[in-house]
Nanobody
Framework: QVHLVESGGGLVQAGDSLRLACTFSGGFFGSYTMAWFRQAPGKEREIVAA???????YYTDSVRGRFAISRDNTKNTVYLQMNNVRSEDTAVYYC?????????????????????WGQGTQVTVSS
């Protein structure tokens, strides 16, 4: 059974940097597409960034150029480096894993396509 554990959230000020980490266990990490989603109070869950099994990446427009997703397959960990954070980045951040290894669509933007989720880590940005 795949298990995901996020860490690294906290309270930061606008303009600061923060790095989230998600540790994966229970499967072959390298074959999974990994993604970060977030959900702010009163808003729908949205994808933030993804890193596929074939090493392609995706960023939602609001974070492109500020956030960077990376993975270390030797440590079974995916990271989200968050730079120049803004108050609108405040949310619970979730790590998710998709096992399908789709060649046609290696990165899914819909959270329903991800089979495994972490418990979430809170990121709060004060302005």
């Amino acid at each position: 059974q795949v298990h995901l554990v996020e860490s690294g959230g906290g309270l930061v000020q606008a303009g600061d940097s923060l790095r989230l980490a998600c540790t994966f266990s229970g499967g072959f990490f390298g074959s999974y597409t990994m993604a970060w989603f977030r959900q702010a109070p009163g808003k729908e869950r949205e994808i933030v960034a993804a890193h596929s099994w074939d090493r392609s990446t995706y960023y939602t427009d609001s974070v492109r150029g500020r956030f960077a997703i990376s993975r270390d397959n030797t440590k079974n960990t995916v990271y989200l480096q968050m730079n120049n954070v803004r108050s609108e980045d405040t949310a619970v951040y979730y790590c998710a894993a998709d096992p399908r290894r789709s060649v046609i669509a290696p990165i899914q933007l819909d959270g329903s396509e991800y089979d495994y989720w972490g418990q979430g880590t809170q990121v709060t940005v004060s302005s």
